[in-house]
T-cell receptor, first 115, second 112 residues
Framework: DTAVSQTPKYLVTQMGNDKSIKCEQNLGHDTMYWYKQDSKKFLKIMFS???????INETVPNRFSPKSPDKAHLNLHINSLELGDSAVYFC??????????????FGQGTRLTVV | QKEVEQNSGPLSVPEGAIASLNCTYSDRVSQSFFWYRQYSGKSPELIMSIYSNGDKEDGRFTAQLNKASQYVSLLIRDSQPSDSATYLCAAYSGGGADGLTFGKGTHLIIQP
């Protein structure tokens, strides 16, 4: 039973299209995240959601919009895709309540390729 | 700006030897630190967390933290070829749900 699952695993699309990535966690965590890993393997946080509220947004273009229908789900919608958006996108979740609970558990990743 | 620095490697270690991975962080208020292992094409997997100065051991892995020097390390004893992966160091310094700041990772190669 996968703890953090995201779909699809691979996504190939043309420039200008709109796409969504879905994420679900069954760990009972309060906080979910989207991270982006570029071609140099640098993993950088994009968003976090805590109890359905956006907590941080790390200077991500507004073409990216996270949506959380409930605390177990965090979807990522991307408008007007650009070549530079090609990367691996990871969903993650963690507990909240102090520094001892911030270890993040990752989904399997979505490799997005924009052509 | 919060930064976590790692030597990108590759770090090549003979099988059976000790692999030593290092990491420094810029934000003095960082409270907790994590080591993740990432195999090529896979997601990061948590292998160690450490919150207090000193050493923390778990099987073949030992994490070391020195907050005065803003330094974190990971030792892997009796290295195995299956330990070959990229190791990501991460730090948490925010309140609430600020997420982790990751280093760029060290590529470790264990030579049989």
């Amino acid at each position: 039973d996968t703890a953090v699952s995201q779909t699809p695993k691979y996504l190939v699309t043309q420039m200008g299209n709109d796409k969504s990535i879905k994420c679900e966690q069954n760990l009972g965590h309060d906080t979910m995240y989207w991270y982006k890993q570029d071609s140099k393997k640098f993993l950088k946080i994009m968003f976090s959601y805590n109890n359905k509220e956006l907590i941080i947004n790390e200077t991500v273009p507004n073409r990216f919009s996270p949506k959380s229908p409930d605390k177990a789900h965090l979807n990522l919608h991307i408008n007007s895709l650009e070549l530079g958006d090609s990367a691996v996108y990871f969903c993650a979740s963690s507990r909240t309540g102090g520094f001892r609970y911030t270890e993040a558990f990752f989904g399997q990743g979505t490799r997005l390729t924009v052509v | 700006q919060k930064e976590v620095e790692q030597n990108s490697g590759p770090l090549s270690v003979p099988e059976g030897a000790i692999a030593s991975l290092n990491c420094t962080y810029s934000d003095r208020v960082s409270q907790s630190f994590f080591w993740y292992r990432q195999y090529s094409g896979k997601s990061p997997e948590l292998i160690m967390s450490i919150y207090s100065n000193g050493d923390k051991e778990d099987g073949r892995f030992t994490a070391q933290l020195n907050k005065a020097s803003q330094y974190v390390s990971l030792l892997i004893r009796d290295s195995q070829p299956s330990d070959s992966a990229t190791y990501l160091c991460a730090a948490y310094s925010g309140g609430g749900a600020d997420g982790l700041t990751f280093g760029k990772g060290t590529h470790l190669i264990i030579q049989p």
